[in-house]
């Protein structure tokens, strides 16, 4: 069975403050389907990946009284101690809970195991040169407890086009072993990049979700699959307390389906380099620390070990609040004479014009395909005005929730939502 994150006091909602959401955008304008990152849903399409948990919240009209900075939350019921790293102690209840969002070593070590069977697979349809390469949060460092194994196979004579990539897809199942099941071939006619969702389950019982595309190459840019991501994880590492913000906001991002690329918002790795955005204007990050060798290039078909986080590093309520009001500062661009065509990148540290001409509102430069092969690649090509006023939408609502005080009857701000 999977693993599930720690159940919470159940998130209370004003249904007199709950705002329409509008409508998700036709996936047959044209406009989100031409996101280069549709292939893979991320971090996982069901809804009870995570669990059916919450971190509750107070009712914002309470009469309120002063919370420190970290007095955040109260964890109410007890989690399974198996299914949780072991250092969740802190200074503080969200620490403790900000460490719980560190994934479990059973989990680390069967998505491993799915890697090499896979591999193996691999090797048997299409011979031994073949390379099954990992890329996304796992090789970012900033995968959660349950999070997809993103996964694509590199192998001479496998051509470009969607026909033949289905074609090898078809191919590599008929090679599956038991332990491996189809939970869902995405091959339909607007996909760019057509997938398999497999479920592998590991000898230790733990099931493991893998979607697999064919191609180490990024067609639309030329930029091996994984750059980006480990010049993330360069990052990372030498900035302790981004890993934790960026797991906490891709939590919430997830919980509130704000993180579909084919829905019309940003996928995971674009709301990783917002967070990353965030630290560079809070003078913790700096645009020298994204950087590429050819000694990364080496290391692509590796899987890296996990990242771990450490209590002392997990950012405040008031700094996680802080990252969403940065957010909703974007929304002044919107109002302004070409602001649609802004946005930002981590390689200047500044904000820039969008290069190309398209309906996204908002633009995140890809830092993997500037610096290693010179390309303009906007991460946040699905946005539209509507789905990114309604980001904002949140990101006030969390920064409010965020911030409030402790009430008279005990109830404390919230961190995330978990459902």
Avoid at 103 to 116: K, T, W, Y
Avoid at 143 to 168: R, T
Wanted: proline content about 7%; charged content about 25%; hydrophobic content about 40%.
């Amino acid at each position: 069975m999977g693993f599930g994150l720690p159940h919470f006091i159940q998130l209370h909602k004003d249904p007199m403050n709950e705002e329409q959401e509008p409508a998700a955008p036709d996936v047959e304008s044209g406009h989100a389907v031409d996101d280069p990152y549709l292939s893979v849903m991320d971090e996982g399409a069901e809804a009870d990946a995570i669990g059916p948990a919450s971190i509750g919240i107070p009712n914002v009209h309470d009469n309120v009284d002063s919370v420190s900075d970290d007095d955040v939350i109260e964890v109410g019921v007890p989690v399974a101690e198996a299914a949780l790293p072991t250092n969740t102690s802190g200074r503080s209840p969200l620490a403790r809970v900000l460490a719980q969002l560190q994934p479990s070593e059973n989990f680390e070590d069967s998505a491993r195991e799915a890697l090499d069977v896979l591999q193996v697979t691999a090797e048997k349809a299409f011979g031994p040169e073949v390379k099954v390469i990992p890329f996304g949060s796992f090789v970012q460092g900033t995968h959660l407890q349950g999070s997809d194994l993103d996964l694509c196979i590199d192998a001479p004579g496998l051509v470009d086009g969607n026909e033949a990539k289905v074609d090898a897809l078809r191919r590599l199942m008929t090679h599956l072993p038991s332990t491996i099941l189809v939970k869902e071939q995405r091959f339909f006619r607007h996909i760019r990049v057509p997938i398999i969702v497999l479920q592998y389950r590991s000898t230790a019982g733990d099931d493991v979700e893998a979607d697999v595309s064919i191609g180490g190459v990024d067609e639309k840019t030329g930029l091996p699959k994984g750059c980006t991501d480990r010049m993330i994880r360069q990052v990372l590492a030498q900035v302790p307390m981004a890993l934790p913000l960026v797991r906490l906001v891709k939590l919430w991002a997830k919980v509130e389906s704000l993180n579909k690329a084919f829905e019309g918002f940003l996928n995971s790795l674009g709301w990783t380099l917002l967070c990353l955005y965030f630290l560079v204007e809070q003078g913790k990050v700096t645009p020298e620390l994204f950087h590429w060798s050819g000694d990364n290039a080496e290391s692509l078909s590796t899987l890296p070990p996990p990242m771990r986080q450490s209590v002392p590093d997990m950012p405040s309520s008031s700094h996680i609040a802080d990252f969403f009001d940065c957010i909703v500062g974007f929304e002044a661009w919107l109002d302004e004479p070409g602001g649609h065509s802004r946005g930002i990148s981590l390689i200047e540290g500044t904000a820039i014009q969008n290069p190309h001409t398209e309906r996204s509102p908002f633009y995140i430069e890809d830092p993997g395909a500037r610096l290693v092969v010179n390309a303009a690649d906007n991460v946040a090509r699905a946005l539209t005005e509507d789905t990114w006023r309604m980001i904002f939408r949140r990101c006030e609502e969390a920064s409010k929730r965020l911030r409030a005080r402790r009430g008279p009857e005990g109830g404390s701000p919230a961190v995330a939502w978990l459902r």
